[in-house]
């Protein structure tokens, strides 16, 4: 499937910064549902769960794309943000740098209201969820707002100096 971010992530030459910030997406996943009920990704085999997003991540790093992940999560972690951290090791091996900010570490931060995609500091990539975490429309929004995107990639940028590495991090 080919979305807006797939595709900006395929012309980026430098930088795509991702910012996450809801507590829970999509919780008809079937992966997450699966998780609820005991199934854990083993490292060791790769083939069980690299997936087509992981091999856009891989072609992106390769080419010198800089990939960061930044999660701004509420502690405890809900159940959703443990899934995505038990499963962070993927994005980890397709190249993504990924870091955790508790939102008790980002109190004095000015935030953008939603998610989304900076891609080389000038393409904004906004995502809309409902407040139960599913997609809405417009869904992705493109923003080719230069001043936008500088702006959030800004308050991203003073996020991730905070983030915590996701090897470091040790949810709460």
Partial sequence: MTTAVREALARARQTAK?????????RDDPNFIRWQQGHRDDPADRDSWWRPWLDVV?????RGVVMRRLRVVSEPLSDYTRYE?????TNVAAGEDVRWLPRSAARDLLLPALDGWVMDDSLLILHHFSGEGQWVSPGMEVCDDKQAAAQYAHAYDAAWQRGIPHEKYRPA
Avoid: I, N, Q
């Fill in 58 to 62: 891989a072609a992106a790093t390769a």
């Fill in 85 to 89: 951290y038990d499963g962070t090791f």
């Fill in 18 to 26: 991702h910012l996450e910030m809801r507590d829970s997406y999509m």
